[in-house]
């Protein structure tokens, strides 16, 4: 009996977790007020890659994500499940963010000022967030 509580429990924190990752990227993605699909299948892929999950799977997220983001006024919700992640982690959304941020070519003051909030929050130095910044400008320079 106890097991199964634990398991239930273990696996509402991570849905938890995984909605909250995904309203944090719908966030990066309308900050500017241009939700693209090329912004939508770069978030779809980061779910199915950083939560090893299907398509569907990543398409019903997305769904949850965007209606907790519609509903949220603040990041903070959204960063406090990550920040107990390893920093291997957070980079790693840091990164998705900035491939977001960058996939219309550009970034605005709205985005750069977000993506310094969420570092902030997420305990990220400005320098490792300028390092991610740069792979993924010349990533994307490569296409």
């Known amino acids: 009996m106890f097991k ?8 509402e924190v991570s849905d938890n977790k995984n909605v909250l990752i995904a309203s944090l990227l719908i966030h990066a993605a309308r900050i500017d007020e241009n939700y693209t699909d090329v912004e939508k299948k770069i ?18 997220l997305i769904k949850l994500a965007a209606k907790k ?4 006024n603040q990041i903070v919700e ?4 990550i920040k107990k992640y390893s920093m291997e982690y957070r980079l790693k959304i840091i990164e998705v963010i900035w491939k977001i941020v960058y996939s219309d070519g550009l970034t605005n003051e709205y985005e750069s000022n ?3 909030r969420i570092c902030g929050l997420l305990y990220i130095s400005g320098k490792d967030s300028g390092v991610i910044k740069i792979k993924v400008q010349n990533l994307l320079n490569k296409k």
Do not use: P
Request: net charge negative; aromatic share 6%; proline share 0%.
């Open 69 to 72: 983001e519609e509903e949220s």
């Open 43 to 60: 978030i779809k892929k980061a779910l199915m890659e950083i939560n090893t999950i299907n398509s569907d799977e990543a398409e019903n």
């Open 4 to 11: 199964k509580i634990f398991n239930i429990k273990k696996r």
């Open 114 to 116: 977000l993506i310094r």
């Open 78 to 81: 959204f960063t406090q499940e």
